[in-house]
């Protein structure tokens, strides 16, 4: 599954599952199957639940009668597993990258170095794709997606160029995009200003911060106690939730301490200190390069 999306981090990730053999796990990122192969391979009975919206994975499931596949977001974890009458599980793995296929793929429009329609999204079942809202926020809202998450130093100048842009004729491709937003971009920085901006839109069209929120609230509500939630994170943003999640059990990290001072926290981290990709893995796979892994146990 190398040549759809090469899985990060993946011994790793699955070792903090630490599988039992007939325990019950749910992979949210099937992707292309990296990490639930693995976690197959370690199991004996049990059952896998795999969630993945986008279409695009479907010649790519696998066949196993521990295996279950479910096209939908993540965000419909706990309700899913309810449909399936499971109530609880063993342990959540969660890898919160863009697939390797869908930054390869022209035609999704989540890479600047395609032209294509402005996408983005991650499930091409809803409406609301980049262009949309390239061509229909409000200036304040656009500056407002670039500099809380892109933290585009100069994300008002760019917005202006780009309402002043639209006001001519719609921004519908990344070609488009990039044209009305090229004064702005620094000639010695080209690569991580687009970088920043394209993931500000792809935050925005799939309501990830949202989304991850109510994930984490969900696995906790379904692990076991003892359970394992294993998250695998790409920038500050979503690493600084699952973070303060992790330590506080809310997503602005107020750690609470009970009578005797002690803190009180749904979580027990497992690894105090994030697990990062080592050299060979980044030789293989430089896209692993940002990836932080934090691990913690339900009490």
């Not at 983005?120 to 809202?141: L, Q, T």
């Not at 109510?214 to 509500?221: A, D, K, P």
Request: with cysteine.
């Amino acid at each position: 599954m190398t040549g759809y999306h090469k899985p990060v981090l993946l011994k790793e990730s699955v070792d903090g599952l630490e599988i039992r053999p007939g325990g019950i796990y749910v992979d949210v990122t099937y992707g292309g199957g990296g990490h639930s192969r693995e976690i197959l391979s370690r199991m004996q009975e049990g059952k896998l639940f795999a969630f993945d919206q986008d279409e695009d994975v479907a010649p790519h499931l696998i066949e196993d009668p521990r295996f279950y596949f479910i096209r939908h977001n993540f965000r419909f974890l706990k309700n899913f597993l309810r449909y399936y009458g499971v109530l609880e599980v063993d342990g959540i793995l969660a890898d919160l990258g863009v697939s390797g296929h869908d930054f390869d793929d022209a035609e999704r429009g989540f890479s600047f170095r395609f032209d294509a329609r402005l996408d983005m999204r991650m499930n091409r079942d809803v409406e609301k794709d980049a262009a949309w809202v390239i061509n229909n926020y409000s200036e304040e809202e656009l500056r407002s997606i670039f500099w809380t998450y892109g933290e585009v130093h100069n994300a008002r100048s760019m917005v202006s160029k780009i309402v002043s842009e639209r006001s001519l004729k719609p921004i519908n491709t990344i070609g488009e995009f990039k044209e009305a937003i090229a004064s702005c971009i620094p000639a010695a920085a080209e690569r991580k200003y687009l970088a920043k901006v394209f993931q500000a839109l792809r935050i925005e069209v799939n309501n990830e911060l949202d989304v991850l929120k109510e994930l984490l609230e969900q696995s906790f509500q379904v692990l076991k106690p003892g359970g394992r939630l294993v998250v695998i994170t790409y920038h500050s943003l979503e690493d600084r939730l699952v973070k303060n999640f992790f330590k506080s059990g809310n997503f602005e990290g107020k750690v609470e301490k009970d009578f005797y001072g002690n803190v009180s926290s749904p979580f027990e981290l497992v690894n105090r200190k994030v697990i990062i990709p080592n050299e060979d893995e980044l030789q293989l796979n430089p896209r692993s390069r940002s990836a932080k892994l934090r691990i913690a146990l339900k009490r």
